[in-house]
């Protein structure tokens, strides 16, 4: 974790206290073979999360296909991954009442109160 800046709070550790400890799947380097990609293994990661609702006006910014899904807020003791436009990396997965949430857009406040915000959307649905 990146050292908070002068006179910041330093929220991971309340998250630990407060929030509790999530899943996260993060997926493993995948690989081309004969012109087809193949994902890595999924690791399960234990972080300190915090997982909120969203305000209307949050699920109002939310692209429309994205909109209908059950989406949540999630702050993370450490980093959140996305997915890259390059498709080299895919996005995580938090996993919340047996059901996975893809990481849909994070805000890194590592430097100013040790943590990450996140937009979490859950698969397969809508």
């Not at 293994?41 to 059950?70: C, D, H, K, W």
């Amino acid at each position: 974790m990146t050292a908070c800046l002068p006179k910041c709070q330093d929220w991971s550790k309340t998250l630990r206290g407060f929030g509790g400890t999530g899943r996260v799947l993060r997926a493993g380097q995948g690989v081309y073979l004969k012109g087809r990609y193949t994902a890595g293994a999924e690791t399960e990661i234990s972080m300190p999360l915090s997982i909120q609702p969203l305000t209307g006006r949050q699920q109002e910014l939310l692209p429309e296909n994205v909109r209908t899904r059950r989406s949540m807020l999630v702050f993370a003791g450490e980093e959140l991954r996305t997915a890259s436009p390059d498709g080299q990396t895919i996005a995580d997965v938090v996993l919340y009442k047996d059901r996975r949430f893809e990481v849909f857009n994070v805000k890194d406040w590592s430097d100013f109160g040790g943590f990450w915000e996140a937009v979490v959307v859950e698969q397969g649905t809508g």
